[in-house]
């Protein structure tokens, strides 16, 4: 039988896993570089191309990067706060002292809470003002406009997040200002009680509004965001890239 030389089986063994691993030379010509990016999970997201326009921060006024940069901010700083939250209202351990304890004697608690308050008073005004320059450079137009549809569903569900995010400190800010909710829910024509009675749980404001507002917040709402976010960018790609200036 043929003998390997030590060296040479070596060398082979290497780059048979070197080549398991990457399917591609060093990325230094067009064909390397684009073939680094189809062949791996995380870069095959983004274009392997993208137009001089597209980047073009007077264009798109980079509102719609970073609404999804604040949307994943949201997403680690509200796993880390959900290590000390009780969505309860009374015990010993419940909401409204969950948050004081943050905000007060939990290391970086603060610093923790502020950053994801911040991420989402941001998220509101960048998501609207990216709604707004889609309006405003007509980019809502055939053959964007089931993205324009997509669009309007995450503004509703940034909201939403937003909406059930300001019940879970059960402070009487939260508690006054989702009342108001209750009540306008509660003046839908026909079937107002019922409809309140789904969406809070109850005939009045308590424990179950909170705990169904919780579950909404930190698993229904998020789920159908990162969902519809990633059918937002798979279409943006399907439609040829964003429009550019004229
Ligand atoms: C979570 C919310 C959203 C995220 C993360 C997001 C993200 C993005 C990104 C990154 C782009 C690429 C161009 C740019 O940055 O401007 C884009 C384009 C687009 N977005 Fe959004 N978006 C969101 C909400 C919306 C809303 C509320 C609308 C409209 C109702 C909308 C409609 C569109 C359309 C039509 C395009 C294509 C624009 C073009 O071709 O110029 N998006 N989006």
Not at 95 to 106: M, P, R, S
């Amino acid at each position: 039988m043929l003998e390997i030389p030590a060296q040479i089986w070596q060398k082979t063994k290497t780059s048979y896993i070197w080549r398991s691993l990457f399917r591609h030379g060093y990325p230094d010509s067009r064909k390397n570089q684009s073939l680094a990016v189809f062949t791996n999970v995380f870069l095959h997201l983004h274009p392997v191309k993208v137009r001089r326009h597209a980047l073009a921060i007077p264009y798109t006024w980079c509102m719609g990067g970073l609404s999804f940069f604040l949307f994943l901010i949201l997403t680690l700083t509200g796993t880390l706060l959900m290590f000390y939250y009780h969505p309860s209202v009374d015990g010993v351990y419940n909401a409204y002292g969950d948050i004081k304890d943050l905000e007060t004697v939990v290391v970086f608690g603060q610093l923790l809470r502020n950053m994801h308050r911040w991420a989402a008073h941001g998220m509101v005004i960048t998501v609207f003002l990216h709604m707004i320059r889609v309006f405003y450079t007509g980019s809502y137009k055939p053959p964007r406009e089931f993205n324009w549809v997509i669009g309007t569903l995450l503004f509703f569900f940034t909201i939403l997040l937003s909406y059930t995010g300001y019940l879970l400190p059960w402070d009487q800010l939260a508690f006054w200002a989702v009342t108001v909710g209750y009540e306008i829910a509660r003046a839908t024509p026909v079937i107002g009680d019922e409809f309140a009675f789904v969406a809070f749980g109850g005939f009045q404001l308590g424990p179950n509004a909170l705990l169904r507002f919780y579950v909404l917040h930190v698993v229904g709402l998020p789920l159908l965001t990162g969902f519809l976010i990633a059918i937002h960018f798979w279409r943006i790609r399907k439609d040829g890239g964003i429009t550019g200036p004229l």
